[in-house]
């Protein structure tokens, strides 16, 4: 009685997995056909439907990937056969359809050619440039981006960082009108403009891990599958650009980063800071993966960008089996040469729990305390709870306690709050 419900269900599973993995290929490909990101992704919705129709009597194609491509290009091919007729020039276009159309099928019956698959490669690689284009903001470009190339759905954006369906929706439907509006091109920018324009890819992608890594507000320590999705998008840049360090940096500092998820919460999913963490639940596949990415970007040749440094920072931490086997030393170096090249008062102040942890709380703290009166810090609460760490450290026990509240009425993050919370209740 259950059978047909159960082989829908997981035919609709299937496709859902496929197009997680399949639909920023497809929406690229499309978006070289028609110039157009927005008309693109609805040319692939459309292709989506066609599949939810289909599959669950026909069954899953043997390359559903390909399924999917064909179906959008040809709907695609449609679109510009009606714009032609609307804008009355088919001569101009008719040449191009033809070519076009004549790939539409033999292309993918059989799966993608070495020649098809370098091209599919290089339309991803212009829509992570358009999704990440800066004439978006910042939280556009995140929702486009895990929309266009992260396969997410609305809901899945909007939940993933604390917000209405409908204000994700907007963001999105803004974001594409506003590059339809500025006429950028569905291109790679050319080679002096490339370096600005990675430098937003590369923001982007980091953006999103890290808020799957430490969520900034809500109920979750953390929501691993924006990790993940960062870590996917990741890793299809470093193929798509292997040339490129900072690419290979990134991506290593986020595969190090991500070996500690699974330690950094208990079995109640309460957090786990650094120092106190099982570091036998380290994965150390992805440990492996990041140091093998960290030596590709050094390998890159030139100076070691910010990312890089951050990775190599990482590293540290990950070779070392406990916590004072740790090159603080290094990580002091390390944090030095990064406030060379990006300065922040956040780089500022982890280098100062690193200078507490190689020289000494009291070190630490005078670095703390000159940080004390930047506004750029002034709600973070990362600030006191350092602070209140060493001063426990240095014996001072009331200033740290009040320091670690403060902190916890800083954070927008419930589980962190507690975290803090308890700390400043176990010091006597």
């Known amino acids: 009685m259950n059978g047909p419900a159960q082989r829908d269900a997981a035919t609709h599973r299937a496709i859902e ?21 927005g008309s693109a992704e609805e040319i692939a919705q459309d292709a989506l439907v066609a599949a939810l129709e289909h599959w669950p009597t026909e069954g899953v194609p043997d390359n559903p990937g390909a399924w999917l491509m064909t179906t959008a290009k040809r709907r695609a091919l449609d679109k510009l056969k009606l714009d032609a007729l609307h804008h009355r020039k088919h001569d101009e276009l008719g040449a191009d359809l033809d070519a076009l159309e004549a790939h539409v099928v033999p292309d993918f019956v059989d799966g993608l050619d070495a020649a098809r698959a370098d091209d599919i490669g290089d339309d991803l690689l212009r829509l992570i440039f358009t999704a990440c284009h800066p004439v978006l903001s910042t939280d556009a470009r995140v929702a486009l981006t895990l929309r266009l190339l992260g396969g997410l759905t609305t809901d899945e954006i909007a939940r993933a960082y604390l917000s209405s369906e409908a204000t994700i929706a907007q963001r999105i439907v803004r974001a594409k009108r506003t590059l339809t509006a500025a006429k950028v091109p569905f291109e790679l920018p050319r080679a002096d403009a490339r370096g600005a324009r990675l430098a937003s890819v590369l923001e982007v992608i ?32 470093a193929g798509l650009a ?30 786990v800071l650094l120092f106190d963490q099982d570091r036998s639940r380290w994965d150390r596949l992805l440990i492996r993966r990041g140091l093998e990415a960290l030596d590709r970007a050094i390998a890159s040749g030139g100076d070691a960008g910010p990312y890089t440094l951050q990775a190599a920072l990482a590293a540290c931490h990950a070779r070392a089996n406990t916590p004072e086997e740790t090159d603080w030393n290094q990580i002091v170096a390390l944090y030095d040469a990064l406030a060379q090249i990006a300065p922040s008062p956040v780089v500022a102040l982890n280098r100062a729990v690193a200078v507490g942890m190689a020289f000494g709380p009291q070190a630490g703290l005078d670095c703390v305390d000159a940080l004390v009166d930047d506004p750029a810090l002034s709600r973070y609460h990362w600030l006191p709870s350092v602070r209140g760490d060493l001063l426990a450290k240095l014996g001072r026990i009331d200033e740290a306690r009040a320091e670690l509240a403060r902190a916890a009425s800083m954070t927008r993050n419930a589980r962190e709050r507690e975290l803090l919370l308890e700390r400043a209740s176990r010091l006597h």
């Open 206 to 237: 980091y953006l999103i891990f890290n808020e799957g890594y430490s969520a900034t507000a809500g109920d979750d320590w953390m929501r691993p599958a924006l990790c993940e999705e960062a870590l996917r998008l990741g890793r299809i840049l």
């Open 17 to 37: 997995a496929v197009w997680r993995i399949e639909s920023a290929k497809v929406i690229a490909h499309v978006a070289r056909i028609v110039r157009d990101v």
């Open 242 to 271: 292997p040339k490129e360090g900072e690419v290979h940096g990134l991506v290593a500092l986020m595969e190090i980063q991500a070996s500690r998820l699974h330690a950094r919460t208990d079995t109640e999913g309460r957090p």
